[in-house]
T-cell receptor
């Protein structure tokens, strides 16, 4: 049973436009969410996170929005750049992130076209 | 400051052989995690270790798989009598003591192919 779902396997966006990657979760005990970026043949790289006590966290071009009632979060990348092309994973944990056992979605492959 | 180091990067084993994957955490990190990514799937948690202790092994298959993080040296993920279904990318991650989930850093992975 997939507790963290990324329903779009792929997304294609024009350079300079906004990329929106979505993630849904089913476990109401999750209270900390993370986004990782992964290039082929490399390990995931931490991008941005959000605690369930917040509904938005921003870091440069990256913003994560959390809708707890809908059990939904999204990652916005503005403006998108070709170097952003990668697979993006949503992950979740319990205990405000102190439980380091992360539950992962299947990823969304983002292609940013020049 | 070296990151999380995994070796070998690629390993080919015949069915029935043993596979040993090594992970050296980042300097100053005392917590190690192993994750597995099967083809076309996301990462799945396997085990969480601190030095000389297994903290959570709820994601480890019950048979053939074991992990250790000795007082000295790297963490080892050992797979005995490998089968084709063990073919996957195995990622190690580390974090400092008391660090939150956003302080976990991943290695570049070890790709196991069982032929």
């Amino acid at each position: 049973d997939q507790q963290v779902k990324q329903n779009s396997p792929s997304l294609s966006v024009q350079e300079g436009r906004i990329s929106i990657l979505n993630c849904d979760y089913t476990n109401s005990m999750f209270d900390y969410f993370l986004w990782y970026k992964k290039y082929p043949a490399e390990g995931p790289t931490f991008l941005i996170s959000i605690s369930s006590i917040k509904d938005k966290n921003e870091d440069g071009r990256f913003t994560v929005f959390l809708n707890k009632s809908a059990k939904h979060l999204s990652l916005h990348i503005v403006p998108s750049q070709p170097g952003d092309s990668a697979v993006y994973f949503c992950a979740a944990s319990e205990n405000a992130g102190n439980n380091r056992k992360l539950i992962w979605g299947l990823g969304t492959s983002l292609a940013v076209n020049p | 400051n070296a990151g999380v180091m995994q070796n070998p990067r690629h390993l080919v084993r015949r069915r029935g052989q043993e596979a040993r994957l090594r992970c050296s955490p980042m300097k100053g990190h005392s917590h190690v995690y192993w994750y597995r990514q099967l083809p076309e799937e996301g990462l799945k948690f396997m085990v969480y270790l601190q030095k000389e202790n297994i903290i959570d092994e709820s994601g480890m298959p019950k048979e053939r798989f074991s992990a250790e993080f000795p007082k000295e040296g790297p963490s080892i993920l050992r797979i005995q009598q490998v089968v084709r279904g063990d073919s996957a990318a195995y990622f190690c991650a580390s974090s400092p003591s008391g660090g939150a989930a956003n302080t976990i850093y991943f290695g570049e992975g070890s790709w196991l192919t069982v032929v």
